[in-house]
């Protein structure tokens, strides 16, 4: 609807210098920078490269977006960017272009959580996010399950990664078996091929005993090893390593981990709706094993489309929106870039 406020995201939190406009649940723009490919030869993001490539594309991203959705500044209604958590540097160039812009705009701001913004994003595709909902963040740096009760004032955190978050067992596998960076892409195109039951490999904290002190929580390093120790004594025999099989059963070890923990909390909570986002819901396998599996318990999937997974201005701008929707205060000007921003902190 036109009398439904015009919000500008902007995302900086790691690689990704992101752009977004939406009005209400409608996205207008979503403009996107990415300096990938600098980090590709590191093997990971270098977070002062991150900085300096946000720096570079951070205005000319910015009228790409306005120009694309047909708007100045002028238009806009609030301004949102991510506030953390994330790499400092690249936290600090996107909070300081918000500022700048609002100051310049007469426009409020909000600093709002990156991951919170995962969540929000699906309400680009699917409309409002029914409440409580269980929500499944996986990506490069974060494993969570969170309880959603009202997205607008907080989150409850059901658990975390201990160790290598999925995404980041991705790349680290993918430079095993020889795949570039970043490395779910890769994975995920080579286990198309592959045999998913072929290598038996471990799924973390899911005995009996790990489930009781960790129900919720991810532990992706323990395969990552078996991975390492399965290439590597094919490799002393002299033999060749199955790409497409060890990607598949790697995989598969970790989507039947993430989709079985994410109903399990779906269940015990008596939630019916489970929305997965990151970096890592563009994964075919976990977009695929998560709707089969959740519709046997009655419970429905919301998965943005996989551009929407990634880091996007588009995420930061539907929470913005959803924050000016119900009413939340704008943040200070002096809001901080907080690296390490807790999940049970939506804005500040």
Known sequence: MADEPLILGIET???????????????????????????????????????????????PTMDRALAEAGVTIADIDAIAVTSGPGLAGALLVGVAAAKGYAVAA???????????????VD???????????????????????LLVDDLARGVTPLGSTIDDAAGEAFDKVARLLGLPFPG???ID????????????FPRGLTAAKDLAAHRYDFSFSG?????????EARQRAGEPVPVADVAASFQEA??????????D???????????????????????????????????RVRVPRPKLCTDNGAMVAALGSHLVASGVAPSRLDLPADSAMPLTVVSV
């Open 189 to 200: 195109r080579e286990a198309r091929a592959g045999d998913p039951g072929a290598i038996g």
């Open 254 to 263: 970790v989507c039947d981990v993430l989709v079985g923990k994410a109903l």
């Open 106 to 120: 007469e426009k409020p701001v909000y600093g709002v959580n990156h991951l919170a913004a995962h969540v929000a």
């Open 223 to 231: 395969l990552k090893t078996a991975v390492a120790r399965w290439v």
């Open 265 to 299: 909390a779906c269940r015990t909570n008596g939630v019916e709706t489970l929305v997965i986002g990151g970096g890592v819901a563009a994964n075919s396998r976990l977009r695929a094993m998560a709707e089969h599996r959740a519709a046997k318990q009655g419970v």
């Open 184 to 186: 779910g892409p890769w």
């Open 123 to 145: 309400t680009l595709e699917h409309g409002p996010l029914p409440e409580p909902a269980i929500a499944l963040l996986v990506s490069g740096g974060h494993s969570s399950l």
């Open 13 to 59: 939190s790691c690689d990704e210098t992101g752009v977004g406009i939406v009005r209400g649940h409608t996205l207008l723009a979503d403009a996107l920078a990415s300096s990938v490919e600098e980090h590709a030869r590191f093997g990971g993001v270098v977070p002062e490269v991150a900085s300096r490539a946000h720096l570079e594309a951070i205005v």
